[in-house]
């Protein structure tokens, strides 16, 4: 929502002009803060604001978790702003140095995803992996609701039509009808090309993984072939897109297992879906378009777009890398790991995502105390119960109490001179990470000093307001190595 009310401001002001106004080959130089601008082309500035305000979610995405919120709204300005309106011009604007020649990107797989998909691969590089994603006991950080990636990713999939049949600009002219539909069909193709590619792929086991239908994998397959189409959505026979949908599937599949191997950690993997499906979308379309080099034609298209993408990965790269570089520098790209474990709803915004009053329900309200003192629910599944460790709080918020919310869910303060539990059978691993014989496992010495460190240690919940903070079990991390 923020990359839309961000993206809003920032493409009225500065974005437009650049990508649209009158000006060279490289930018435009007019209609800043809308000056001047004809109210007749209102229309098209809303139309591309949209694209503008997307290339700025791919980013959000691989730097999900962790990324502090100022480095947010930073980065989302720069880009709707200038990265991405500086590479519309290019292709799109009747002036643009890629526009008068053979460059063909008709609804965006270089100009949008590969410039977001490029910025989003630094900003993950730069900002590093989210805590307990990899090392001795890293492991796979799941999202939290399958249903929700459900209805988003299905958002997603209905707004590619739009996205791609819009991109005629023009409904009303000879011909505009058959190219709108032509455009819808083959996104629609090529979607479920890269989504069933995907899903029996990973069933396969090729992928080195559990041998499962995978929903989440599917989605981004079949999202990865709609990246891929928008190049050439209007000139593409049906056939192509599924073949063009097909291949984007495995590139995606591809590009997830290589990221965690070289340790870079995309929890949306948006930079599989955006940086591989653009660029592959890009030569995609030199191949099979009407007239094609799968037909016989000119290899002219594919040399053009293909500078036109080396254009992109050097612009939209070497901005986000100075803009990731710099903020990391000042310390103000990442937020500290105890923010980060306790969760930036709370902490940041005062408003959890998942309050217990949302989802407690009498069968759930049972609890039982065991031996060594642990409050444990006797009815909730293992996933929505877990220990709390005193430890663990007092390493966190040294002198300060602080509320955990327990499974029953009733809540209890802890704070100095609260004495760990014993290990417990039920939760072992919790207990071997934040606590031994001799202490904590992490010295709070051992962390580096952080920017928001005052931040998450005086937050006022913790001078007399409840925070409703939420264990995980099962999560291993080791927050030494921050």
Same mark, same amino acid.
């Given at each position: ?27 435009g130089t ?9 109210? &007749? ?14 290339a ?10 962790r ?7 930073i980065?989302s ?6 990265v ?8 799109w ?7 008068v ?10 100009v ?20 307990g ?21 299905f ?18 002219q &000879?011909?505009?009808?058959s ?6 069909v083959n996104t ?37 072939g709609?990246?891929?189409i ?7 026979w ?37 940086? $591989? ?30 500078a ?9 790269? $070497? ?6 570089g ?41 609890s039982?105390?065991? &031996? ?6 006797i ?32 809540r ?13 059978p ?5 207990n ?6 001799k ?38 991390? &080791?927050?030494?190595?921050?």
């Amino acid at each position: 929502m923020l990359d839309v009310f961000i993206g809003g401001i920032s493409y009225w002001l500065v974005g437009f002009p650049l990508a649209f106004g009158e000006g060279n080959s490289f930018c435009g130089t007019t209609y800043w803060a809308s000056y001047e601008l004809p109210d &007749e082309r209102l229309a098209f500035w809303f139309f591309q604001f949209v694209f503008a305000a997307t290339a700025a979610t791919i980013v959000s995405g691989s730097m999900a978790e962790r990324c502090a919120f100022n480095a947010y709204l930073i980065y989302s300005i720069v880009l709707t702003a200038v990265v991405y309106p500086v590479v519309s011009h290019w292709a799109w604007s009747d002036s643009g140095w890629l526009s008068v020649r053979a460059y063909q990107d008709f609804a965006g797989s270089g100009v949008v995803h590969l410039t977001g998909g490029v910025a989003a691969l630094m900003g993950a590089i730069i900002l590093g992996p989210r805590a307990g994603r990899f090392g001795s006991k890293g492991m796979d950080l799941r999202g939290h609701s399958v249903p929700l990636a459900a209805l988003g990713g299905f958002i997603l999939l209905f707004g590619f039509l739009a996205f791609n049949g819009g991109s005629q600009a023009s409904i009303s002219q &000879e011909g505009d009808a058959s190219a709108v539909a032509k455009a819808i069909v083959n996104t629609v193709l090529s979607g479920s090309a890269g989504g069933i590619t995907v899903l029996l792929v990973y069933r396969s086991g090729a992928c080195g993984r559990p041998s499962t239908w995978s929903f989440l994998m599917a989605l981004n397959g079949a999202l990865t072939g709609m990246v891929s189409i928008c190049a050439g959505c209007n000139v593409v026979w049906p056939w192509g897109a599924v073949v063009i949908g097909s291949i984007a599937g495995m590139i995606f599949l591809g590009i997830h297992i290589l990221l965690p191997m070289v340790k870079v950690d995309d929890p949306l993997d948006a930079v599989a879906v955006h940086m $591989g499906g653009g660029f592959w979308g890009l030569i995609a379309v030199s191949l099979f378009k009407d007239g094609g080099i799968v037909y016989g034609g000119s290899t002219e298209v594919l040399a053009w777009n293909l500078a036109g993408a080396m254009a992109i990965l050097g612009w939209s790269g $070497g901005l986000s890398s100075l803009m990731f570089g710099t903020l990391r520098l000042l310390g103000m790209l990442r937020v500290p790991p105890e923010m980060e474990l306790q969760g930036l709803d709370i902490l940041k915004h005062g408003e959890p995502a998942y309050p217990a009053e949302a989802w407690i329900e009498d069968q759930y309200s049972s609890s039982i105390t065991t &031996e060594n003192g642990v409050n444990r629910n006797i009815y909730l599944p293992p996933n929505m119960s877990s220990f709390w460790h005193p430890s663990w709080a007092n390493y966190l918020n040294p002198g300060q109490p602080m509320y955990w919310t327990l499974p029953d869910p009733r809540r209890a303060r802890i704070g100095p001179g609260s004495r760990p539990h014993p290990q417990t059978p039920a939760s072992p691993k919790m207990n071997d990470l934040f606590y031994s014989d001799k202490g904590p496992n992490i010295s709070p010495a051992s962390r580096p000093r952080h920017h928001e460190s005052d931040e998450a240690r005086d937050h006022r919940s913790l001078r007399g307001h409840m925070t409703k903070a939420y264990s995980n079990e099962g999560f291993e991390v &080791e927050v030494s190595k921050f």
